[in-house]
């Protein structure tokens, strides 16, 4: 049984930094591209960041250049550094691992939620302003 658990959220203020995890167990964690993605409040669910097996990294426009996604195979954990928090990145935060066949290479699909099969509980961040 797959699981991935978040950690990490929180309440910041704007300029601040936050580090999320996400833990994961039940899948042959170093073979799939893991994601980011996340929910503002009374939007739809949007892409932030994804890494790719192979270390292929691809961010979203507005958080490129601020957050910065990381892996460690030997703890099977993907983590999202949050730095220059802004209001607007207030929402919640969900990891989820691709259902891209192993070992793919290519970020071109990672930014699509159906390119996702299972996703984490979700943390709330909340940055003030």
């Known amino acids: 049984q797959v699981q991935l658990v978040e950690s990490g959220g929180g309440l910041v203020q704007a300029g601040g930094s936050l580090r999320l995890s996400c833990a994961a167990s039940?899948?042959?964690?170093?073979?799939?591209?893991m994601g980011w993605f996340r929910q503002p409040p009374g939007k739809e669910r949007e892409f932030v960041a994804a890494?790719?097996?192979?270390?292929?990294?691809i961010y979203s426009n507005s958080v490129k250049g601020r957050f910065t996604i990381s892996r460690d195979n030997t703890k099977n954990t993907v983590y999202l550094q949050m730095n220059s928090l802004k209001p607007e990145d207030t929402a919640v935060y969900y990891c989820?691992?691709?259902?891209?066949?192993?070992?793919?290479?290519?970020?071109?699909?990672?930014?699509?939620?159906?390119?996702?099969?299972?996703w984490g509980q979700g943390t709330q961040v909340t940055v003030s302003s």
């Open positions: 989820a691992a691709s259902n891209l066949p192993p070992y793919y290479s290519g970020t071109y699909y990672y930014p699509g939620t159906q390119s996702y099969h299972y």
């Open positions: 039940g899948l042959s964690f170093k073979a799939f591209a």
């Open positions: 890494r790719g097996w192979n270390s292929d990294t």
